[in-house]
């Protein structure tokens, strides 16, 4: 999988696999309201290509597309993490994780942080983030749960984390 910088063109598919991520992966998590208001219907392309446009953004290209993308700005705040659903669970986020925090350390910056869903919690833990809070936010009048999470930049995964399995049925385990 390559990694590359962001360009303009990558816009309309980076807010595509957003929308597709939240209504397929995080509504396991959130409500059918939360969901609309995270990832609305039409997505205001306008907000988004100016977000796009500052701070670091990479992608994670495949043959098929983009696979995945990181956002984060110039005090360490990784504020998008995105992985297209079909590529769940192939590496895709940890790569992507690694590469903002090689921006970050070439930038002078010692510490990440995230506010991340519930669904990314796991994710982000395995990764060498902590919790410092959990948090409930209000966006456009409705309250989400959402976690505060740090990590220094050096920081390896947690062996827990790598000592998670899959049983034949798909279900986690320890082992």
């Known amino acids: 999988?390559?990694?590359?910088?962001?360009?303009?063109?990558?816009?309309?598919?980076?807010v595509s696999l957003f929308s597709r991520s939240v209504r397929e992966v995080a509504s396991r998590d959130y409500s059918p309201a939360q969901v609309s208001v995270w990832a609305p219907e039409p997505p205001d392309l306008e907000t988004w290509r100016r977000r796009l446009e500052t701070g670091a953004v990479f992608i994670a290209e495949c043959p098929a597309g983009i696979a995945g993308f990181v956002r984060i700005d110039d005090a360490g705040c990784v504020d998008l993490l995105y992985v297209h659903?079909?590529?769940?669970?192939?590496?895709?986020?940890?790569?992507l994780i690694g590469r903002a925090a090689s921006w970050a350390a070439s930038q002078g910056i010692r510490e990440l942080h995230s506010d991340v869903s519930a669904t990314a919690r796991p994710f982000f833990e395995s990764v060498g983030f902590r919790l410092v809070r959990e948090q409930i936010v209000?966006?456009?009048?409705?309250?989400?749960h959402n976690f505060r999470m740090e990590r220094d930049i050096d920081a390896r995964p947690s062996h827990a984390a790598c000592s998670l399995a899959l049983t034949a049925d798909g279900q986690r385990q320890r082992s």
């Open 1 to 14: 999988m390559r990694k590359r910088k962001y360009r303009l063109s990558d816009l309309e598919a980076c």
């Open 85 to 95: 659903p079909e590529i769940q669970r192939q590496g895709v986020a940890r790569g």
């Open 138 to 144: 209000e966006h456009h009048g409705v309250l989400f």
